[in-house]
């Protein structure tokens, strides 16, 4: 039995809950307007404003790098330098989600 993983059923999920997800995983940043606001947790970045995630879309950008993504599951793969696989099953579990499904 194989088990592949639903990332849009994840990501969509992820969705709901990403003002949460982004304060737990970059807690001195900011809510403005439909973005989060932080500094980039991966390097030494002196103030926030260069890494950004849209809150209603999952996209995120650290403009200063170039590093982007435009789901919950980039981010979580970059930000913990995770495989996306890896970073689905993980967010799958901590949405209380199975994420997997047998074929």
Same mark, same amino acid.
């Given at each position: 039995?194989?088990?592949?993983?639903?990332?849009?059923?994840?990501?969509?999920?992820?969705?709901?809950?990403?003002?949460?997800?982004?304060?737990?995983?970059?807690?001195?940043?900011?809510?403005?307007?439909? #973005?989060?606001?932080?500094?980039?947790?991966? *390097?030494?970045?002196? +103030? /926030?404003? @260069?890494?950004?995630?849209?809150?209603?879309?999952?996209?995120?950008?650290?403009?200063?790098?170039?590093?982007?993504?435009?789901?919950?599951?980039?981010?979580?793969?970059?930000?913990? #330098?995770?495989?996306?696989?890896?970073?689905? *099953?993980?967010?799958? +579990? /901590?949405? @209380?989600?199975?994420?997997?499904?047998?074929?």
């Amino acid at each position: 039995m194989r088990h592949t993983l639903d990332f849009a059923a994840i990501n969509s999920a992820a969705l709901l809950v990403l003002p949460a997800l982004c304060a737990r995983w970059m807690p001195r940043g900011k809510r403005i307007g439909h #973005e989060y606001v932080a500094k980039n947790p991966t *390097r030494v970045d002196k +103030r /926030a404003g @260069s890494f950004k995630v849209n809150l209603q879309t999952g996209r995120w950008a650290d403009f200063a790098t170039g590093h982007k993504g435009g789901d919950a599951i980039s981010l979580a793969a970059y930000l913990f #330098e995770l495989r996306q696989s890896e970073a689905a *099953r993980r967010l799958a +579990r /901590a949405l @209380s989600l199975s994420g997997v499904r047998d074929e």
